[in-house]
């Protein structure tokens, strides 16, 4: 039953993804290289104020010592 409901799912994007390239039409690469530098930026923002705060909370310990 567990694999019925993945391969369901994974259907289910497809033609999600089938639809959005159908409606998208000739801009598709656009808006892909838009989610894709979308994300990216994101994720480098996230990983940025992960390092800071590591690097402030080591900075801190390193004061208090």
């Known amino acids: 039953m567990k694999n019925l409901l993945k ?3 994974l259907a ?3 033609v999600v993804s089938l639809l959005l390239a159908v409606v998208a039409g000739d801009y ?3 808006y892909f290289a838009w ?3 979308t994300t990216m930026i994101v994720l480098i923002a996230a ?3 992960v390092l800071f ?3 402030e909370a080591t900075r ?3 004061r208090n010592l």
């Open 7 to 9: 391969i369901g799912g």
């Open 12 to 14: 289910a994007v497809v």
């Open 28 to 30: 598709g690469p656009w």
């Open 35 to 37: 989610l894709v530098g």
């Open 47 to 49: 990983s940025g104020a």
């Open 53 to 55: 705060e590591t690097q």
């Open 60 to 62: 801190v310990a390193n």
